[in-house]
């Protein structure tokens, strides 16, 4: 038997050195680097643009709210009897173990803006009536203390057959106005006897309180508003009442809005994540204008601050607001609203704006304003020296609103 050897030829063999391997390898990792970087680049790009519509879409909702409310502001009083009011008394008792007082935020004044310290953001109370035709006052031409009532030259929609009606009752000075239950009305064709009663509230709250109170609280009692006007403002089932809303920023950088309506509790809902500034101002004519055009035109822009502070105490009611003669005066609301990216970048993307005449750090509210009429500053500082605002993005969203309702009640 014969064993054949088959014997081979090494230089034939095929195969990659390994000088080869290292070079494809290296080659490969480069292309797997630039691939990766690629990625991140555009993964970062889609996070700084969703973020960033993230934010304009929080400021667009948040600026249409407001506006939407401020288009309605003063409907159902709009009538310079009811502007003019300085004094504002009311009461409220609804049970439950819970402390009668005063109305919150009650108020003829259709818009008020309350500042915040320093650059703080600002709130702001929209106040609405729940009937529109409210607007339309009736004279108020007796009052009789003892029988709490007031005769008016109304003799329609004063219905209380099945619940009280709220009124609201104004001195012919003007100088103060009161917010009433009317607890039964005998009608006439030519005129009708509201009676105010004492008592007879259940199962709705209370709005009305003793002479005695009256007086200990300096109020008008029913034959002071002899020659004066009464507002009607619906059904108390039906919410009736001087509205308030308003809208602000919390501690968490979301826009909120509480709702405060007569007898009710304060109700608060988050309208918008990440607004960080919001900054009000007041559009004024200009100081004793006498005519329509003057009355209706806006002649300068008012921080909220010294002769125009608003002030609230804690249970929201208002201690201070602007002379009678400057709220008649206030014909416009120009609101700025900052929105901030979710997102945080590891650089410093946002420098401070210097293009007017505040100092800012962050944005500019508006560049076109002047000296005597500077812009909102803004400080998203957490305190002097903090650089951390600067490592997000940034949209300013500001709108300017006529208070329509005042300009025709001038």
């Not at 506006?67 to 409220?92: I, K, M, W």
Request: one cysteine or more.
């Amino acid at each position: 038997m014969q064993f054949v050897t088959k014997k081979t030829n090494r230089k034939t063999q095929q195969g990659f050195s390994l000088v080869e391997v290292m070079i494809g390898l290296t080659v490969g990792l480069i292309t797997v680097l630039a691939v990766t970087q690629t990625l991140s680049v555009f993964e970062s790009q889609r996070q700084i643009s969703t973020t960033g519509a993230d934010a304009e879409s929080s400021g667009q909702y948040a600026l249409t709210m407001m506006t939407e409310d401020l288009r309605r502001a003063g409907s159902g009083f709009n009538n310079p009897n009811a502007f003019g009011c300085q004094n504002f008394h009311s009461y409220v008792d609804t049970g439950g173990g819970s402390t009668p007082g005063p109305v919150n935020s009650f108020s003829t004044t259709s818009v008020s803006i309350v500042g915040g310290a320093g650059s703080a953001s600002d709130t702001l109370l929209i106040r609405t009536a729940s009937q529109f035709t409210g607007s339309i006052p009736t004279l108020i031409t007796i009052g009789d203390n003892a029988a709490r009532t007031v005769t008016v030259r109304r003799g329609y929609d004063i219905d209380v057959s099945s619940t009280q009606v709220m009124a609201l009752l104004v001195l012919n000075d003007k100088s103060h106005c009161m917010l009433g239950a009317i607890t039964s009305a005998t009608t006439g064709t030519a005129s009708s006897t509201l009676t105010f009663g004492v008592g007879v509230s259940s199962p709705n709250p209370e709005y009305n309180v003793s002479n005695g109170y009256m007086t200990a609280q300096g109020w008008p009692l029913f034959e002071d508003y002899k020659d004066g006007q009464l507002f009607v403002l619906g059904k108390i089932t039906s919410g009736a009442g001087i509205t308030s809303r308003a809208y602000g920023v919390d501690a968490n950088k979301q826009l909120f809005v509480s709702n405060y309506r007569t007898g009710a509790s304060p109700a608060s809902e988050v309208l918008a994540n990440d607004i960080v500034s919001l900054q009000i101002q007041y559009g004024v004519a200009l100081a004793g204008a006498s005519t329509t055009a003057a009355k209706n035109t806006v002649a300068q822009w008012v921080e909220p601050v010294g002769a125009w502070a608003t002030v609230l105490d804690s249970n929201g009611n208002m201690t201070t607001q602007p002379a009678l003669a400057d709220i008649q005066r206030i014909i416009a609301i120009r609101v700025v609203a900052v929105a901030r990216a979710s997102r945080r970048d590891a650089a410093l993307v946002t420098t401070a704006c210097t293009d007017n005449h505040a100092t800012n750090y962050g944005p500019c509210a508006y560049v076109d304003d002047t000296s005597t009429e500077p812009a909102p500053a803004i400080d998203l500082r957490s305190a002097p020296g903090d650089t951390e605002w600067q490592h997000y993005r940034y949209k300013v969203f500001q709108t300017i609103v006529p208070l329509r309702n005042v300009m025709w009640s001038n």
